[in-house]
């Protein structure tokens, strides 16, 4: 069979900040992508403001790096690098950009080792039967232990190789790096040392020598795949494919494969290949090739190009279903439409949800009761915050629902999605922390004591239990803990879980937040708002210390009089209130709360507004 030995292509896998990004980097600069005059711009991959901020990656991107270094054909290799996410909540993203490679480098930080999404893309390859580069990077780091981290990634590979995996797997090569600082070794440093080789070359040869080169069959029809998508501003949607048979052409009429079945004739209006950084035109791809075609306005991820005369698409890109939903719809506080909100319309919320569809595989939306809301669906709350905020900076004004879980029915009994949790924290809080979990129906599977001080522990959690367990968690631990969490799969409903223990501090009028109210409130609990806020009926204004919910008059004023105080007005005792973020906003919520989102406020408000109402509807109970 024939074979692209000047082409690989391959994905970077790994947890959350272990320098997946910081790797493309080095080896963009490495390789002479930029001149010495060029700046190169630090996570360069990360090129959204979200990913930016967070310092976290959201979307799958693909970059190519030509290598002609020791090992490399003659002519030189192009590698075609897909940069994936290292957050549980994309892992939609991790999925399809393995649906476009031929191999995978595993980044394992030399301190943390390996954590729950390493499993997650681990698991993912093996299945999909790719080779495996193992990466310990950091191993500059003073706290590294690289001996017992690679012991680990062992372990880790025997816990999930089973039936639908190949034992070969087991016979991955390891590379010592740094990419902070360029440097990668295939011999092991000291602990805290830097790798002996003074560039990156060890790990573009280990590439080369791992990963296979695609392979096609000769005279083979043209299929390629439809893998990611986006846009530009002169040439409209942009799908990008990866070929696996025949050659795609610019110009050319193609079979477009859709997902309902249906067959239709295209022309593919501009062709164009990845370079570094850029995109440049092209006239041809060939089998192996990870292009960008326009001239389908409606094409989606996982449908195929074929050939016209004999159209065989491929398999749709199958991801793993949602675990956790929440209502969003049009803003309906008495403050809609007031701050800077330019798309408040039902008819533009459900257009922007049909957008995120096509380009987010990971996300459902339904239809509710109310034509002006929808349940979304997604892999977890960041998903789904990330989502929300990225509507708010386009000018959308929402009302977003608590966060719930998506059950299934298994032989007639409700199943719930289970995650499985990895703490890291210093040993005073072991105790608290197991407590904090108990609570929440979590159950401990491991515990590893590194003698250092710390200690990491592995529990089985249902999804729900984890909805507001990282704000109390970080203040237990006095923001010492570390928890990252990855679904595992499906377990009977393990019963009630006790929501947050304290009650809201809820306005009972309309007006501005006023600082002599709030000095006597603030006895009563913690303040979300400032004075002179704008406050309306049925808005959370504060936390409540005790479990009930109690409605305040935070607008009142001091009665005016015309004698003159012996002790003038003043506010020094007013404690600052408590900003939430949105995420937070959203784990504070109750069942009878939802979060008003707008482009300048994010506000929490009870879903019934008046209190009258409200109590009533209380009495009623949830059947009404």
Not at 3 to 8: A, F, K, P
Not at 366 to 390: F, M, S, Y
Not at 454 to 469: D, K, S
């Amino acid at each position: 069979m024939p074979i692209r030995s000047d082409l690989r292509n391959v994905a970077i896998v790994a947890h959350v900040d272990h320098g997946k990004t910081t790797l493309v980097d080095a080896m963009l600069q490495q390789q002479g992508t930029f001149d010495e005059h060029h700046q190169l711009a630090e996570r360069a991959m990360d090129s959204g403001d979200l990913e930016r901020e967070k310092g976290i990656t959201i979307l799958a991107k693909n970059t190519a790096v030509q290598y002609a270094g020791p090992g490399a054909p003659d002519g030189g290799v192009t590698i075609n690098i897909i940069d994936t996410p290292g957050h549980a909540d994309f892992g939609g993203e991790v999925e399809r950009g393995l649906s476009m490679v031929d191999g995978v480098v595993l980044l394992v930080d030399a301190s943390e080792g390996p954590l729950p999404q390493t499993r997650f893309v681990l698991r993912k390859a093996l299945h999909a039967k790719m080779p495996v580069v193992l990466v310990v990077n950091k191993v500059d780091r003073p706290d590294a232990r690289i001996s017992e981290v690679v012991e680990e990634a062992y372990e880790l590979f025997m816990d999930l190789l089973d039936d639908s995996t190949d034992a070969e797997a087991l016979n991955f090569p390891v590379v010592y790096a740094s990419a902070k600082a360029g440097r990668a070794s295939l011999t092991q440093p000291a602990d805290g040392g830097l790798p002996d080789s003074e560039d990156l070359v060890p790990l573009f040869q280990t590439i080369l020598d791992t990963v296979p080169a695609p392979t096609y069959t000769e005279d083979a029809p043209l299929q390629a795949h439809v893998t990611n998508l986006d846009a530009s501003p002169f040439l409209g949607r942009l799908a990008l494919i990866r070929v696996h048979e025949g050659t795609l052409r610019k110009g050319a009429q193609v079979a477009w494969c859709k997902r309902d079945g249906s067959v239709e004739r295209v022309k593919i209006t501009e062709l164009l290949r990845t370079e570094e950084l850029e995109r440049v035109p092209a006239e041809e791809a060939n089998p192996g090739d990870i292009v960008a075609v326009a001239g389908i306005p409606e094409i989606m991820i996982g449908e195929t190009l074929a050939d016209p005369d004999n159209p065989q698409p491929l398999p749709l890109i199958q991801v793993d279903e949602p675990a956790i939903s929440m209502t969003i719809g049009t803003n309906t506080s008495p403050l809609a439409g007031r701050e800077k909100g330019t798309k408040v319309t039902a008819r533009l919320v459900k257009d922007r949800l049909e957008r995120e569809i096509v380009g987010n595989v990971s996300i459902k939306v339904l239809p509710t009761e109310r034509p002006d809301a929808w349940e979304v669906q997604g892999r977890g709350e960041l998903a789904l915050a990330i989502l929300v905020e990225q509507m708010r900076r386009e000018g959308y004004e929402l009302t977003v629902g608590k966060p719930e879980v998506v059950t299934r029915i298994v032989d007639g009994k409700v199943h719930e999605p289970v995650e499985r949790l990895t703490i890291d924290c210093p040993e005073e809080y072991l105790g608290t922390v197991t407590q904090l979990l108990a609570v929440r129906r979590g159950r401990m599977e491991q515990m590893t004591n590194h003698g250092t001080g710390w200690v990491r522990m592995e529990f089985l959690v249902p999804a729900r239990g984890l909805i507001g367990f990282r704000t109390e968690f970080l203040t237990d631990t006095r923001g010492t803990g570390i928890a990252h969490h990855v679904f595992e799969g499906y377990e009977p409903w393990l019963g009630d879980i006790s929501t947050r223990p304290s009650g809201s501090l809820v306005s009972d009028r309309a007006g501005a937040a006023s600082a002599y109210a709030m000095t006597s409130l603030q006895e009563r609990g913690v303040m979300f708002v400032e004075p002179t806020t704008e406050v309306y009926e049925g808005m959370i204004i504060g936390e409540n210390s005790r479990d009930d919910d109690m409605d305040v008059n935070i607008t009142k004023e001091k009665k005016q009089t015309n004698v003159r105080s012996s002790t003038s007005d003043n506010f020094e005792k007013l404690i600052p209130p408590r900003k939430l973020s949105l995420e937070q906003s959203l784990e504070f919520c109750r069942e009878d709360e939802c979060v008003e989102v707008t482009p300048t406020n994010v506000r929490i408000r009870k879903v019934i507004l008046d209190a009258g109402e409200r109590a009533r509807s209380k009495r009623r109970g949830p059947k009404g």
